[in-house]
């Protein structure tokens, strides 16, 4: 079982940022792909942003230009810069690990889920 350890969500006030990390362990890091996705209350959980070990990235069109996913190779972790914060960006947002990237798109490991970290974000 992987670990997922999320933190950085909280209240924040719309144009705001927040910064979130997932701290995964050193085996699934290393060489696998990883992402975060978000779920608001009563919708279905949508890909945020995915990153490979190589550093590519992938972006939902809605979160593009505000938000940044990036790792940190040292600290084992991966973060989410979110920026210019609206209302609609209110969710639980997840950790995924260990997950396929196609070269367009994020496929998640069903097994590899943090936590989860709420984000609100106020008009």
């Known amino acids: 079982q992987v670990q997922l350890v999320e933190s950085g969500g909280g209240l924040v006030q719309a144009g705001g940022s927040l910064r979130l990390s997932c701290a995964a362990a050193?085996?699934?890091?290393?060489?696998?792909?990883m992402a975060w996705y978000r779920q608001p209350s009563g919708k279905q959980r949508e890909l945020v942003a995915a990153i490979t070990s190589g550093g590519t990235t992938i972006y939902a069109d809605s979160v593009k230009g505000r938000f940044t996913i990036s790792r940190d190779n040292a600290k084992a972790t991966v973060n989410l810069q979110m920026n210019s914060l609206k209302p609609e960006d209110t969710a639980v947002y997840y950790c995924?690990?260990?997950?396929?990237?196609?070269?367009?798109?994020?496929?998640?490991?069903?097994?590899?889920w943090g936590q989860g970290t709420q984000v609100t974000v106020s008009s």
């Open positions: 050193r085996s699934v890091f290393n060489v696998n792909a």
């Open positions: 995924n690990a260990d997950g396929y990237y196609s070269g367009i798109d994020y496929y998640p490991n069903y097994d590899y």
